[in-house]
């Protein structure tokens, strides 16, 4: 019986040794998880802060598209004015558009539209044309006029 006495202690001791080891071994897990955790943290706080960084840098973007957009506005606005005032010619409900493109192409149309009816107006113009001046005045035909007539239109009595 001692011989069993003997073993339980070493047996418990063993146990004890055994489960200090596997805290030990727990503990370990657990640091090394908290280090991960810690890792994991600042990795988030890292993160979040590349994504404040980039809502600030789109808010500023944002900000400058609408900057650019108001002056791009302003530009097309003053070179269409520009436009209609170097070319009286062509009627300022004409030309429309809200890009480049678009006003210099309905200036191109309004100026064939203008071209053509001013051809037409000219066209118009030749058929009705009359001669300046008062017309060529001719002698009057005193061929039919009998010789007594003849001497009274001389003396200016009667016309012809």
């Known amino acids: ?6 073993k339980e202690p070493n047996t418990m001791e063993e146990e004890l040794n055994r489960l200090k080891a596997k805290v030990s071994q727990l503990e370990e897990l657990v640091a090394q998880k908290n280090r991960q955790f810690s890792k994991l943290e600042q990795a988030i706080a890292d993160k979040d802060s590349q994504i404040n960084n980039l809502k600030q840098s789109l808010a ?12 791009l506005a302003q530009s097309i606005a003053s070179y269409k004015a520009l436009v209609i005032s170097a070319n009286p010619e ?3 409900e004409l030309v429309s558009g809200d890009t480049i493109e678009a006003i210099d192409q ?3 149309r309004a100026k064939k539209l203008v071209s053509k009816v001013r ?3 000219e066209a118009e113009a030749m058929q009705t044309r009359f001669p300046s001046g008062a017309p060529v005045r001719t002698a009057p035909d005193l061929s039919s006029l009998s010789p007594k007539e003849k001497i009274q239109y001389a003396m200016g009595g009667v016309s012809p």
């Open 1 to 6: 019986m001692a011989d069993k006495e003997k």
């Open 60 to 71: 500023e973007a944002d900000e400058q598209q609408k900057h650019l957009s108001d002056s």
């Open 90 to 92: 062509v009627p300022e």
């Open 106 to 108: 309905s200036q191109a």
């Open 119 to 121: 051809q037409g107006l």
